[in-house]
């Protein structure tokens, strides 16, 4: 009878876990930006935490953003452009909601809750008459030396981000005491207060990711709360060029990004076979009757097919350079779902007359 129990009791988590995949497909792309394992979705601890606070952080997530929210592009670009994942921009809204006079209880300050100490170790001044603490941008820039540094000291994004939390020598005393590394074992370890933190930062990165990507029912408001008044979500596929979009749309391609910031390298990511990509209203007209146009075009002046089998040195990169063909229709050809390509993997590859012939000759 209790082999049953404990029988029933595995699976029903199991199935809570795959239920999270379901409802935040985000997650995997969340999880690869921190470095956790992909199995952590199915953490019992975690998956409990999510089914029972999702609705609290998601509202929590709505305030924040009417609080701040028009702080993330810039916080998101100038984390990519410190080389550093834009995902970081959580854990600024768990430490303080992105309310920028924000002080708690031990007198930490400032969006990303600096104490007096460690803000004048990354270079704040902080006196009687002036606190930089309270400086979006300059505590920004704080911030990510910081992280720079506890990620130099840890070698995982989430031990940093925990170590955010409860300093560098907590973390160190409980990887040593855990044995190990791994988030699922080293989070016992560490304070209440830290395990609730980074389950916080992981949960809403994947609303918020959600959101971003245009995984589930996204609204005006959360379109709105991002990205200002006048933004809509389009299609578009796996691979795809920003520049190029943004040629066709005529925008500036930096104006684009501005509003896709999740798309790192000016890259539509592959590894789902679509996303969202966020454009300005009055370009809608222009994305369906040009790019969707041309996207058409160019597929129906692919005559012929050509096999191809992935080498070693292949990436989607030089496969579709050396047959004139985009990324997005290599892709969507091959039904890659994953965005990863196989040593001895046979490609079915749609080109133009001129590149058949030329591939071809004896």
């Known amino acids: 009878m209790r082999f049953i129990y404990i029988f029933l009791l595995i699976s029903s988590i199991n199935l809570y876990g795959f239920n999270l995949t379901e409802k935040y497909p985000s997650y995997s792309y969340v999880f690869s930006e921190f470095d956790i394992d992909e199995d952590y979705i199915y953490n019992s601890e975690f998956v409990s935490f999510v ?10 997530y709505r305030h924040s953003l009417k609080r701040g929210g028009y702080l993330i592009p810039t916080f998101k670009s100038m984390l990519l452009e410190d080389n550093l994942s834009d995902l970081l921009v959580y854990l600024a809204m768990v430490e303080s909601g992105f309310k920028s006079d924000a002080v708690s209880s031990k007198n930490a300050t400032g969006i990303w809750q600096f ?5 004048k170790a ?18 920004t820039n704080s911030a990510m030396l910081y992280l720079h540094k506890l990620y130099k000291d840890f070698g995982q994004w989430y031990l940093a981000v925990m170590a955010y939390n409860c300093g560098e020598g907590r973390m160190q005393k409980a990887i040593k005491k855990a044995g190990s590394n791994r988030l699922d074992v080293v989070i016992d370890y560490l304070p209440n207060e830290t395990q609730l933190y980074i389950k916080k930062i992981i949960l809403l990165a994947m609303i918020g990711e959600n959101i971003t990507l245009g995984f589930g029912d996204v609204t005006r408001d959360d379109l709105y709360n991002l990205y200002g008044d006048d933004t809509v979500q389009v299609e578009i596929e796996a691979g795809e060029s920003l520049s190029y979009v943004a040629k066709i749309i005529n925008m500036k391609p930096k104006d684009l990004l501005k509003l896709n910031h999740h798309f790192k390298n000016g890259l539509v990511p592959i590894s789902l076979p679509k996303y969202n990509m966020n454009i300005p209203e009055d370009k809608v007209i222009d994305f369906y009757t040009q790019y969707e146009l041309k996207k058409e075009l160019d597929r129906a002046s692919k005559c012929c097919f050509i096999s191809h089998n992935v080498e070693k040195k292949d990436s989607f990169k030089s496969i579709s350079k050396k ?12 039904n ?15 080109v133009t007359q001129k590149i058949f012939n030329k591939f071809s000759k004896p």
């Open 51 to 60: 089914n029972k606070n999702s609705a609290r952080y998601k509202n929590f």
């Open 115 to 119: 104490m007096r100490t460690t803000a």
């Open 323 to 334: 047959y004139g063909i985009k990324i997005s229709e290599l892709i969507k050809s091959n």
């Open 336 to 350: 890659i779902k994953n965005g990863k390509l196989k040593i001895d993997q046979l490609l079915i590859v749609p």
């Open 122 to 139: 990354y270079n704040l001044s902080v006196t009687s008459s002036f606190d930089e603490r309270l400086d979006p941008i300059l505590s």
